[in-house]
C-alpha cells in the first residue's frame, strides 16, 4: 500500500517538472496556452490513475437481488391496492343499496361481496339483515347486475 502510494506520488511530481519544464521552453501564445490545456490534462490523469485501479467488488452489489426485491414489493403493492379497491367498491355499493332502500322506507344492514374480472373488483353478491323487499331486490339485480340468487336475505336479525 505504502509502495503504491509513493509510486503514486511520484509520478505526479514528475509530470509537474515535466509541465513546467515544457512551459518554460515554450514560446508565448497560442501555443503555450495549448500546451498548458495539455499538460492540464496529464496531470489530472496522473492525479486520478489510482481510482481505475480501484476494485468495486468489495460492495457486494447483487443488482439480481434488488430486482428480485422490487419485484415483490411491486407484486405486493399491486395485490394491497386491489383489495383495497375491492373494499372501497363494497362499501361504496353497499351504502347505495342501503339509500335505496332507505328511500323504499325498508331498514337493513348490507354486505357486499366482490370478484375479479378481468383485473377489476365487481359486485357479485349482496347480503342483507332487514325485512324482504320484493321491490329492493328487483333493483338489486336490475341496477347492480346481482341475481336474486346471488341475494341473501336474513329476515328478522336488523
Not at 26 to 39: H, M, N, S
Not at 133 to 144: D, F, M, Y
Request: charged fraction near 25%.
Amino acid at each position: 500500500m505504502i509502495g503504491a502510494i509513493r509510486g503514486w506520488l511520484l509520478s505526479i511530481a514528475a509530470v509537474t517538472l515535466f509541465l513546467t519544464l515544457v512551459q518554460l521552453l515554450t514560446p508565448e501564445g497560442t501555443l503555450r496556452k495549448i500546451a498548458g490545456f495539455t499538460g492540464g490534462l496529464l496531470l489530472l490523469t496522473a492525479l486520478l490513475r489510482p481510482l481505475g485501479q480501484i476494485d468495486f467488488g468489495w460492495l457486494g452489489l447483487e443488482l439480481s437481488d434488488y430486482s428480485e426485491m422490487i419485484e415483490e414489493q411491486t407484486a405486493e403493492l399491486t395485490r394491497q391496492e386491489k383489495e383495497t379497491l375491492a373494499g372501497r367498491i363494497a362499501e361504496q355499493t353497499a351504502a347505495y343499496i342501503s339509500d335505496k332502500a332507505d328511500a323504499l322506507g325498508v331498514r337493513v344492514r348490507v354486505r357486499v361481496e366482490t370478484e375479479e374480472r378481468e383485473g377489476i373488483p365487481i359486485p357479485v353478491s349482496v347480503e342483507l339483515e332487514g325485512p324482504w323487499s320484493a321491490e329492493l331486490s328487483v333493483w338489486i339485480e336490475a341496477e347492480l347486475g346481482i341475481p336474486a340468487e346471488r341475494q341473501v336475505w336474513h329476515e328478522g336479525k336488523n
